[in-house]
C-alpha cells in the first residue's frame, strides 16, 4: 500500500481536528515511503520553527522505523544508539512522530510540532488512529 496524496490529506485533517479540540496550533507532517513529503499543513499562529522540526519527526520516524519519542529513550546515556543526534542530520529525540505501518511494512511517517511534546504525540497519535483504522487491517 502506498500513502496517497488523499491519504495524506486526510490523516493531516484528523491532526489538525485534533490541534483544533485542544486549542493548540500544530504544524504537520506527512511523509510517504519514500521519505518524501506529501501534506504539510501549517495552522495559524504556529511557531515558525515548528516547519523544520514536524518535517524532522516525520524523517526520524521514517529513517529510524520508530517512534521519535522511543527513540528518545533509547539514546539517553549508556542507551545503544545514544549519541546518534550528533552524527545524523534531521534526528529528533523528542515525541511527535510516528511511523505508518500497513503488515509490518513501513508506508510512511507523521510528524507534528507546535505545542508541548505530550500535545504533539496526542495530536500525532490522532493521526496514526485514523490510519490504522482506516486503512490497515490487524
Same mark, same amino acid.
Given at each position: 500500500?502506498?500513502?496517497?496524496?488523499?491519504? $495524506?490529506?486526510?490523516?493531516?485533517?484528523?491532526?489538525?481536528?485534533? $490541534?483544533?479540540?485542544?486549542?493548540?496550533?500544530?504544524?504537520?507532517?506527512?511523509?510517504?515511503?519514500?521519505?518524501?513529503?506529501?501534506?504539510?499543513?501549517?495552522?495559524?499562529?504556529?511557531?515558525?520553527?515548528?516547519?523544520?522540526?514536524?518535517?524532522?519527526?516525520?524523517?526520524?520516524?521514517?529513517?529510524?522505523?520508530?517512534?521519535?519519542?522511543?527513540?528518545?529513550?533509547?539514546?539517553?546515556?549508556?542507551?545503544?544508539?545514544?549519541?546518534?543526534?550528533?552524527?545524523?542530520?534531521?534526528?529528533?529525540?523528542?515525541?511527535?512522530?510516528?511511523?505508518?505501518?500497513?503488515?509490518?511494512?513501513?508506508?510512511?511517517?507523521?510528524?507534528?510540532?507546535?505545542?508541548?511534546?505530550?500535545?504533539?504525540?496526542?495530536?500525532?497519535? $490522532?493521526?496514526?488512529?485514523?490510519?490504522?483504522?482506516?486503512?490497515?487491517?490487524?
Amino acid at each position: 500500500m502506498k500513502i496517497t496524496l488523499d491519504i $495524506a490529506e486526510k490523516i493531516a485533517q484528523k491532526c489538525v481536528d485534533k $490541534a483544533e479540540e485542544i486549542n493548540v496550533p500544530m504544524i504537520i507532517s506527512i511523509m510517504g515511503d519514500d521519505g518524501r513529503l506529501i501534506v504539510f499543513k501549517k495552522m495559524n499562529n504556529a511557531l515558525p520553527v515548528s516547519i523544520k522540526i514536524s518535517q524532522a519527526k516525520a524523517y526520524t520516524a521514517y529513517a529510524l522505523k520508530m517512534r521519535s519519542d522511543e527513540l528518545g529513550k533509547l539514546s539517553q546515556p549508556g542507551e545503544m544508539l545514544y549519541g546518534i543526534d550528533t552524527v545524523c542530520d534531521d534526528i529528533v529525540l523528542f515525541g511527535g512522530g510516528i511511523p505508518l505501518n500497513v503488515k509490518g511494512e513501513l508506508v510512511g511517517s507523521i510528524g507534528v510540532s507546535g505545542g508541548s511534546v505530550e500535545e504533539d504525540i496526542t495530536v500525532a497519535e $490522532a493521526g496514526e488512529d485514523f490510519f490504522n483504522n482506516r486503512y490497515t487491517s490487524n
